[in-house]
């Protein structure tokens, strides 16, 4: 970008961009686009100035997507050596820099069951009344006691649709589009949680190039309630991790 500027983005980029350098003196601001979401995809960038998307005041209402694009360095895990290998830029890095990413504020984010959930239920039962919106993606975390990548009963939902306050003590009640596939447990000691997943401004590996290329594998010296399932160190760095930023 050009030194002493303000580029303002009001619709989707079509080309895949390189390394983005927003100069110290500079702010790249992502404007409200109703008609569709803004997308960006880009290796990389460096913000030395200004990256910003709403306030704190006044918040990014729409969808905003920046996706990025790459691959990570096949030295990054050198045996005794850690982060050693230069960056290949696929990520957004602050130099001297802001980030103001402000999307819209949904609450809680994190919540707990208030009532068991059964396997091909379509619907749970929270502790405290959410705002969240049908079509969102929601985790509903394993209440099993092995827990590992290759046998774990984590789920994702999608929310069809949400009753607030349905009965006395009742935060929401949460219909999904498909049922659960596991037993979730909410007792007396322990009750499972559930988060939000989705958010309207969404920073993402691109999923050309993300997904992992190293398997996580079985270590027979790592047990773990009498299962050798635990994943082996060092494994599933290229995971296509998306952070959800609001």
């Known amino acids: 970008m050009p030194s002493n500027s303000k580029v303002i983005i009001t619709q989707s980029v079509t080309s895949e961009l390189g390394l983005i350098t927003v100069p110290s003196t500079s702010e790249l601001i992502f404007d409200e686009n109703e008609s569709s979401p803004i997308t960006l995809d880009v290796s990389g960038m460096n913000v030395q100035g200004a990256l910003r998307a709403g306030s704190e005041t006044c918040r990014y209402s729409t969808e905003l997507i920046i996706t990025l694009h790459g691959s990570r360095p096949i030295d990054l895990n050198i ?77 994702v939902m999608t929310i069809d649709y949400i009753v607030n306050s349905p009965v006395p003590g009742v935060g929401s009640a949460i219909h999904f589009t498909a049922p659960a596939a596991h037993d979730h447990i909410a007792n007396g000691s322990y009750q499972g949680e559930v988060g939000l997943l989705s958010r309207n401004i969404k920073v993402q590996g691109s999923s050309d190039d993300s997904d992992p290329t190293d398997a996580a594998g079985s270590c027979t010296d790592r047990n773990h309630f009498g299962s050798n399932l635990a994943p082996c160190p060092n494994k599933y760095k290229t995971v296509r991790a998306a952070r959800l930023i609001h």
């Open 79 to 155: 045996q005794g050596q850690s982060n050693t290998a230069v960056p290949t830029y696929k990520g957004i890095s602050i130099n001297g820099g802001i980030i103001s990413l402000h999307g819209k504020r949904y609450y809680p984010t994190w919540t707990r069951l208030a009532e068991s959930v059964q396997a091909g239920q379509s619907y749970l039962l929270v502790q405290e009344q959410v705002n969240w919106e049908p079509g969102q993606e929601i985790v509903l975390t394993t209440t099993a006691i092995h827990d590992s990548r290759e046998w774990h009963k984590n789920e």
